[in-house]
């Protein structure tokens, strides 16, 4: 009983303080986006990429910026790797060989953070912090310029343009996501996180059996933070949040939850107030609250459940759990990391429960909306209004309309194409791995628990978490090039079909509202979110699901 009202307390303090800090930071990024002065320094970076930021662009030059500065940033940091022996602060580490560059880049250009790697034994300091740090910050920008982008597609009437990508682009990194991370680093250097340069050969420790380890230092907290705001999740060891030198304490476990959820929920504000309407915002809100509640409480159930007084106390049930921590604050970690593009972790989603673990699957599944990434959890939520708003207008026999905007045939093909794209990538991505002998190799357990950690690889991949199960080696040529082929996908098909969207939505005039129009900012609306987002993934994923985490846990 004390551990469930322990949990509850941690939840219910996490709660108050994204409540908090919901308006001020909503209305700072309303700010920032719709300014219209540039600071020095931002001009400063206009000139140097040769850039007119009082220049607005078309959806399509829109997108083709996005993808053109995605593959340059994914081509950077694949030379960084491979030739990160002859740099400085390279710690003595040989080049990365070239498949596993290859995931790598394209993980973090992505905002996935997969990691087929131990970091304090395969990467240099300095293509830690000027290669992965840096791409945790401009990848959370591009998810929260396409937002925005989407968002002006709502608001505007009769416009041929979305914006600037690279004004949002600089914006979100200088005005937003660097000065959080700059006093959350100094959050986190105070809680214990470390920040150093030392190499493995300058700390050893003393284990619990009385042996010596040579530890890597590094600079940790500025990574970790960023790791956390951006909703990366990708972590300087390879234990990640888990390691205590990345995450000490409980109170600095319950401080990077906290970043994790920031951004993505004031978001909601910020699409509030540029749409005129801050009721339109707070039924967002609702809806990704409604889903994230529950998934935090079905997951601490599913967990708490299986770790009992008896287990405990023989210590059968506590693999995977960090001690520090305790149960529930482990698995309110692991719906929020996975209920956002975070991926990261403080225990190891494997040794969960059949349904605890299954739990964290189907939060990616959802589409990570509730409240998603830093940026595509907005902008995915809304393609899920669009289409429940369709599907509203069929049951009444009416043209639908959202925000003013009447969603006709081609609006619901780029949205359909948004919802199929990330399913068609999980399904056909794991039917492939049990398919071929390069899939099957990488497999340690058979049954429905292997399959359930390829599942989870491919759901991880497609949806840009880059959380994993243990028990699938990953390390190899076939699963580095297709789950780096799935990460592209899943992450520019789907921004893609958004700005497309966004630039039918921004052509259109106002349709205003009549009795037959649906309202967007009451109950009923949320609890229809909810339901459709749930129904179509239910549809979509169950059978495969079946296969996997539900046999297990009816056979267990």
């Not at 700072?28 to 400063?44: D, I, K, N, Q, S």
């Amino acid at each position: 009983m004390s551990t469930t009202v322990a949990g509850i307390c941690f939840v219910a303090s996490l709660a108050l303080a994204v409540a908090v800090i919901y308006r001020p930071l909503g209305d700072h990024m309303y700010r920032v986006y719709t300014g219209t002065r540039h600071a020095r320094p931002e001009r400063l970076v206009y000139r140097l990429i040769g850039v007119r930021p009082e220049t607005e662009q078309t959806w399509g030059v829109y997108a083709r910026s996005v993808l053109a500065f995605s593959v340059v940033s994914v081509l950077f940091l694949y030379l960084f790797q491979r030739v990160q022996d002859r740099l400085l602060l390279s710690l003595g580490f040989a080049p990365v060989k070239p498949d596993q560059a290859w995931n790598t880049a394209v993980s973090f250009v992505t905002n996935t953070n997969w990691q087929s790697y131990s970091g304090e034994s395969t990467m240099g300091h300095l293509v830690q912090m000027a290669g992965l740090a840096v791409q945790n910050f401009v990848s959370a920008a591009v998810g929260m310029a396409v937002a925005i982008a989407l968002v002006r597609g709502f608001a505007r009437r009769k416009s041929e343009h979305l914006g600037n990508f690279w004004v949002d682009l600089v914006r979100g990194t200088l005005r937003i996501l660097l000065p959080i991370a700059f006093a959350g680093a100094i959050v986190l250097v105070a809680g214990g996180v470390v920040q150093n340069f030392w190499d493995a050969g300058h700390h050893t420790v003393t284990t619990l059996t009385g042996g010596r380890q040579a530890v890597t230092g590094g600079p940790v907290a500025s990574q970790e933070v960023i790791k956390e705001l951006g909703t990366n999740g990708g972590g300087f060891y390879n234990a990640n949040s888990a390691h205590p030198f990345e995450n000490p304490t409980s109170w600095t476990n319950w401080f990077e939850i906290l970043l994790i959820l920031a951004i993505p929920f004031a978001l909601c504000r910020t699409f509030g107030r540029m749409v005129g309407q801050n009721r339109q915002g707070y039924a967002i809100l609702a809806v990704m609250s409604t889903i994230a509640l529950a998934s935090v409480a079905l997951t601490n159930a599913f967990q708490l459940m299986h770790h009992g007084t008896v287990p405990m106390a023989v210590g059968a049930a506590s693999e995977g759990v960090e001690a520090r921590f305790g149960v529930a604050n482990s698995a309110t970690f692991a719906a929020a990391t996975t209920l956002t593009s975070t991926g990261a972790v403080d225990s190891f989603h494997d040794s969960y429960t059949s349904l605890g673990g299954m739990m964290t699957m189907l939060n990616m599944m959802l589409g990570e909306v509730a409240p998603g990434g830093t940026g595509s959890g907005l902008y995915g939520m809304l393609v899920l209004a669009v289409i429940t708003v369709f599907v509203a207008g069929l049951m009444v026999g009416r043209t639908p309309e959202y925000l003013g905007k009447k969603i006709g045939s081609r609006e619901i093909k780029f949205a359909s194409l948004y919802f199929l794209t990330t399913p068609i990538l999980v399904l056909v991505g794991t039917a492939a791995a049990m398919a071929t002998e390069s899939g099957r190799a990488g497999m340690l357990n058979g049954g429905a628990h292997g399959f359930g950690e390829v599942l989870y690889a491919f759901t991880s991949a497609s949806n840009n978490n880059g959380s994993a199960f243990a028990g699938l080696t990953v390390n190899t040529v076939w699963y580095d090039t297709a789950l780096g082929l799935c990460m592209a996908l899943g992450r520019f098909l789907p921004i893609v079909f958004v700005l497309a969207l966004a630039g039918s939505l921004a052509r259109q005039g106002t349709t205003p509202a009549s009795e037959g129009t649906l309202p967007t900012h009451r109950p009923l609306f949320v609890g229809m979110v909810v339901g459709v987002t749930v129904v179509l993934v239910a549809l979509t994923f169950l059978p495969a699901l079946a296969l996997g985490p539900l046999a297990e846990g009816l056979t267990s």
